[in-house]
């Protein structure tokens, strides 16, 4: 959508950012490996939006493969299920909170209301989630429109599900709307330099022309605010890629919005905890802080080590930010970053080592290395200014990078986040 048109705070916090870049733009021969992206000839042409689109229609077929809550359309009635359901979940959890106070001694509830007015606090949130779940129904309309799906079959899947006990993801879909903030609203600015810093110094250093852009792969995108970020400095042609339906869900919703700051939310009201003042708790933001460009980067939706099959040496730069750790079997993410990336081609990571409730394996940063190596991988000395060696002996820097974090929020909860790159021999 209009590129040119941005909010004020945008506009002042990049232009800070280009000013933050400057010093090392002018002199990088020593620091960043030049891509000769003139004579490398790439297999086959990358995907168009209406060849992804058509393919991404198709594999929504319910006679495209088996019929089970992980074929595409299923996981996708899911995601909307679980966005429908949104009001109903959170009021749930009010009335728990409802009847826990009923616990409390009547002479302390009257003290209560008297100062702090508790039962009001409670019925203000029920009133703000008016507004969230507007934002729910929202993605819902969007994303069965964009995928093509009727309300009546989502109603007839609801009601299945509901008859075999099967409860909508309140968790998924509060992450997916969370992470309006943490890539689309002015509050989330910190948080992404902090993690974006790094990546968008190195992308900026490489050598590259404008006629023939480098290609570059984002999996793990979430609702893509990095990808574009990388498409807005120029000379790349970017692909980004997400399995979560709920983000993706979110993604599309996002990317149809064409005023700047127009949708507003409050999306720190589900969860009590760490509030300096109740007025932080019940603070709306607004998104998108910047409009997205229309048909500027390219999403891939599906499994990272399935779904780009014929990308076999297509890709320049792959960067993988709070990605490998959510692998089932990280060994697959790893030969498929290999596999994916032409000779030559850059591996840029940053990210923690959290893994999930049941991975195949859980490698420590030094046995990723190892293994990465063993596959033809060769690390690279970095930007000292990003952060301390983390292991001596490993190209493998660490700096604290915060994550889904309220700004206001009496706890920081953030990573020592290990940065590499890494070319492919």
Request: charged share 20%.
């Amino acid at each position: 959508m209009l590129r040119e048109v941005f909010s004020i705070f945008t506009c002042v916090a990049w232009v800070g950012f280009a000013i933050y870049l400057s010093p090392w733009m002018k002199d990088i021969s020593h620091e960043v490996e030049a891509y000769n992206a003139t004579t490398f000839q790439y297999p086959v042409p990358l995907s168009t939006h209406n060849e992804e689109h058509t393919r991404l229609v198709q594999n929504l077929q319910r006679s495209s493969g088996k019929w089970d809550s992980n074929h595409p359309r299923h996981r996708l009635l899911t995601a909307l299920y679980g966005y429908t359901s949104y009001k109903d979940k959170n009021l749930a959890e009010v009335n728990r909170w409802r009847n826990l106070y009923k616990n409390v001694p009547k002479q302390q509830r009257t003290m209560l209301e008297s100062t702090v007015h508790y039962t009001r606090k409670l019925n203000t949130i029920e009133h703000l989630l008016d507004t969230n779940n507007e934002l729910a129904r929202s993605i819902v309309d969007h994303g069965l429109w964009f995928y093509n799906i009727s309300q009546s079959e989502l109603d007839e899947f609801i009601k299945e599900s509901e008859s075999q006990k099967r409860s909508a993801d309140k968790t998924s879909v509060s992450q997916g709307m969370k992470h309006f903030v943490r890539d689309w609203a002015d509050e989330g600015h910190e948080e992404r330099e902090q993690s974006f810093g790094c990546i968008l110094k190195s992308l900026a250093q490489t050598s590259r022309t404008t006629d023939r852009p480098l290609r570059v792969l984002l999996p793990g995108s979430g609702l893509g605010r990095l990808a574009h970020e990388v498409d807005n400095l120029g000379g790349f042609d970017v692909t980004m890629n997400e399995w979560s339906t709920y983000m993706n869900l979110a993604y599309r919703y996002v990317s149809s919005r064409s005023i700047p700051n127009s949708v507003p939310f409050y999306p720190y009201i589900d969860w009590w905890s760490h509030h300096a003042t109740t007025e932080d708790l019940q603070r709306s933001i607004t998104f998108p802080n910047q409009v997205i460009r229309p048909s500027s980067v390219l999403l891939i939706e599906g499994d990272f080590t399935t779904v780009f099959a014929e990308h076999t040496g297509q890709y320049d730069i792959l960067v993988t930010l709070f990605f490998i750790d959510t692998a089932r079997n990280l060994v697959s993410y790893l030969e498929t970053i290999h596999r994916l990336l032409r000779p030559g081609g850059r591996w840029v990571n940053l990210g923690p080592l959290l893994y999930g409730t049941a991975p195949f394996v859980q490698l420590s940063l030094d046995e990723i290395v190892a293994l990465s190596e063993s596959m033809g991988f060769e690390f690279q000395e970095t930007d000292p200014t990003v952060g301390n060696i983390t292991v001596p002996g490993l190209q493998v820097r660490g700096l604290d990078v915060a994550y889904g974090r309220n700004a206001r929020g009496l706890n920081k909860n953030a990573y020592q986040a290990q940065y590499w790159e890494a070319v492919k021999r």
